[in-house]
């Protein structure tokens, strides 16, 4: 798919890692619309500062700033148990989003990161995104449900994210169930974060889309975005971490 021509190379990067055919099965519209509004946030840096103090509310393990400075690079630390420590830091942020009205920053790539003084610290830029209450409070849903044993909680979650659709088969709606087990799955307490195997998770989802006529809402394409991030930088360290222990401790407090 061509790209506007507005939109930021930081963003094309991103882009590239949805399959050629798996656009067919987004709504184009609201797409450009959000694509449009992420750009100029990107290049006006409008927002930020805004959204990092909204933010710098929900985490208390990494500082948030406006410019890295002189602080260490990311890709510059050694020792995998210091590695392993800044990964853990890094989910507890990436879940930590999850629980922020006002929006999240999509950009977890290690150039956004650095080291002061043995503290995580992160300079988020403009490309964040406010997405709808429903999708967002539904991740939320989602990854909760996962530690329970109640198959319908998963399904509600489901349903409010909009991926589970009104007159699917039984057999579509367990092999829906089992991708998005698996994208968004943290059944693994030693994951060892691999780009490949996520983009090809993704590759799977948007084949059963383009299968069963899905139109999915840019939403999905954002927090694609946004794990993709992720993926690249723990991959960059390296390091296997307990998942379901960071997302437990950062999402379920009050919330089961």
Not at 209 to 236: C, E, M, P, R
Request: negative net charge; charged residues 25%.
């Amino acid at each position: 798919m061509q790209l506007p021509r507005f939109v930021p190379e930081e963003l094309r990067q991103l882009a590239r890692f949805v399959p050629t055919r798996g656009w067919d099965a987004i709504e184009w519209k609201p797409l450009l619309g959000s694509m449009r509004s992420v750009s100029w946030r990107f290049v006006t840096a409008k927002g930020i500062d805004k959204l990092r103090r909204s933010t710098a509310g929900v985490v208390s393990h990494i500082r948030l700033i406006k410019d890295l400075g002189e602080t260490e690079a990311l890709g510059d630390i050694s020792g995998s148990k210091t590695l392993r420590a800044l990964g853990d830091d890094i989910l507890r942020l990436y879940f930590a989003q999850w629980l922020v009205d006002d929006g999240l920053f999509l950009d977890l790539r290690s150039a956004r990161f650095g080291v002061d003084e043995d503290q995580l610290v992160y300079a988020p830029n403009g490309l964040w995104i406010q997405l709808r209450p429903e999708f967002r409070e539904g991740i939320l849903s989602l990854y909760r449900s996962f530690y329970s044993a109640d198959d319908a909680a998963f399904e509600d979650a489901l349903r409010q994210m909009g991926m589970l659709r009104p007159g699917l088969s039984a057999a579509a709606e367990s092999e829906l169930k089992t991708l998005l087990h698996a994208h968004f799955g943290i059944e693994q307490t030693s994951q060892v974060f691999s780009i490949d195997a996520f983009k090809a998770s993704f590759d799977d989802l948007f084949e059963f889309f383009i299968a069963n006529d899905y139109k999915l809402h840019s939403d999905f394409v954002w927090v694609g975005f946004y794990l993709i991030t992720l993926y690249l930088t723990l991959q960059q360290l390296g390091q296997s971490h307990n998942v379901r222990k960071i997302c437990a401790e950062i999402l379920l407090q009050g919330a089961l």
